[in-house]
């Protein structure tokens, strides 16, 4: 037996709920990791470099959809790509699959980003504490 009903997130959680409930999961994973790794090493916090921080915070989610494109790269004819601003400076990257793919390839795309971008943010909190 099949299932076809679809599931639309943003018309069933709204937008505003959708952006509060993804602000406490940040806060909370920032202070948790930021609890951690200060615990283990403490230093002298500084801040010179936050705009950069703003830009690569905004860059990550365009980054985590690149990354799923990536991954889909053998599919790369079946796999259509756009662009668009919300709220008029955050970058929206959507992604469709016009053709079905094997199951082991659709889990290997969900949990690349993950991995992939989890790695570069680990690797750059080792390298550079400091920030």
Known sequence: MHCWKTIN???E???TRL???SIIIFVLVFSLSFVFIGANRPFIY???YFSLFILIFLLLYPLHK????YSLFSYRKSVQLKWRLEYKCIPIVQLRIKKMIPKNRFSFVLIF???FVNTILILLAIALPYY
Do not use: M, S, V
């Not at 690149?66 to 494109?69: F, L, T, V």
């Open 9 to 11: 997130i943003k018309r």
């Open 13 to 15: 959680y709204r937008r």
């Open 19 to 21: 952006l509060l409930l």
């Open 46 to 48: 500084e801040d010179r």
């Open 66 to 69: 690149i990354a799923h494109y």
């Open 113 to 115: 980003p993950f991995i």
